[in-house]
């Protein structure tokens, strides 16, 4: 039994941090559906940029919605609303099956809002009309400023991957905008079965601190984090807040690791997945890493619910001078501004692919 399986059985969900055209017309995608139990994808700016800027996959779609004057953030949605539409209708069957609890894709709304809530909010009902599937999840940052637009877009009907989450306050602060959008929809008389996610990204800690750990605590401080988030979401999921919610008929807000990819060259490739076996939670692994998994994985045993060791290892960095309450808000912040920059790099390939395409050139 493969690695990938081994983890669907646990009760993990296996989603793929990537989508390319080629990825579906090759029918690679669908192999990976069948044979290492992916049940889910996500995407974001910089996967759709090195799509569309390292092949022609792209270049008959841009050249046709060139000459209908579509530009911009106008033609990339377009662009990653066909892709997206076409992986959501493959996991549909697998959406179906689990009671929308799996079988989703993600598609970000434009980071240059992050600050915006009310034009956030404007883009998610937009978007998620325009795939017009139930399976699709819209993307908004749990920045202090993207929490009012994640309760109003639950409060909305609209499924929500709540993105860029460092630190178990910050995946409780989103938690808790998940929820008071449900108690508004449930005050409402409103279907209160509106599906989230919360993405807890990983590997970026421990490339934040490489050089600085403690010893012996190298490629650590990511795991400890995500040990003291899961505490807290299985903690949440006892709580009679969620449990009256949960009576109701609202469905529970998965914890999902993001980057989860390893960044460390001298670490096990499938360090991370590893680790955070865990269950009633999502991994989204880049396809590398996927096919690492799948080939030589080992799973050590489940995260304990109780974060293992994790108050010990934090408790070693902060003595150590590395507060991981102050270097959450740090990754946030950079992680923000990372989004912005790679959208504006999108957009900037989107425009010289336009113009290449037009001249003839194809690429």
């Not at 919605?65 to 539409?85: Q, S, V």
């Not at 956030?120 to 937009?126: G, Q, V």
């Not at 929820?179 to 409402?188: L, N, Q, T, V």
């Not at 010289?352 to 003839?360: D, M």
């Amino acid at each position: 039994m493969k690695a990938t399986e081994q983890l669907h059985r646990m009760g993990q969900s296996l989603w793929l941090d990537n989508i390319t055209r080629g990825l579906l017309t090759s029918g690679t995608l669908e192999r990976y559906i069948r044979e290492l139990s992916v049940t889910g994808l996500t995407s974001n700016p910089s996967i759709f940029d090195h799509a569309i800027r390292g092949g022609g996959f792209y270049d008959d779609a841009i050249r046709e919605k060139t000459r209908a004057a579509k530009a911009g953030e106008e033609l990339f949605f377009d662009l990653a609303l066909e892709d997206l539409t076409k992986a959501a209708d493959l996991f549909r069957p697998i959406h179906d099956a689990t009671n929308g609890m799996d079988g989703w894709v993600s598609l970000e709304v434009s980071p240059l809002l992050a600050d915006e809530p009310a034009r956030t909010l404007e883009a998610a009902k937009r978007l998620f009309a325009a795939a017009n599937r139930p399976n699709l999840f819209i993307k908004i940052p749990g920045t202090p400023k993207g929490l009012s637009a994640i309760e109003n877009a639950i409060f909305a009907g609209i499924p929500v991957n709540v993105t860029l989450l460092f630190s178990r306050d910050q995946y409780l602060q989103a938690a808790g905008a998940y929820m008071r959008g449900i108690e508004r929809r449930i005050g409402a008389g409103l279907d209160p079965s509106v599906h989230s996610v919360a993405s807890l990204f990983i590997s970026r800690w421990d490339k934040a601190v490489a050089g600085r750990e403690p010893a012996g605590l190298t490629n650590r401080l990511g795991i400890a984090i995500a040990g003291q988030a899961y505490k807290a979401y299985r903690d949440l999921l006892i709580s009679p807040r969620w449990l009256q919610l949960a009576a109701q008929g609202a469905s529970p807000q998965r914890l999902l690791w993001a980057s989860t990819g390893t960044k460390d060259p001298q670490a096990s490739d499938t360090l991370y997945v590893s680790a955070l076996a865990a269950p009633d939670t999502v991994n989204t692994m880049p396809e590398a890493t996927l096919l690492a998994f799948a080939d030589h994985g080992r799973i050590p045993g489940a995260l304990p619910i109780d974060g293992g060791d994790c108050e010990t290892v934090l408790d070693r960095f902060s003595s150590g001078g590395i507060g991981p309450g102050e270097l959450a808000e740090q990754l946030q912040r950079e992680g923000a501004e990372a989004f912005v920059d790679s959208w504006n790099d999108l957009l900037r390939c989107i425009e010289t692919k336009a113009h290449a395409v037009r001249a003839g050139a194809g690429a």
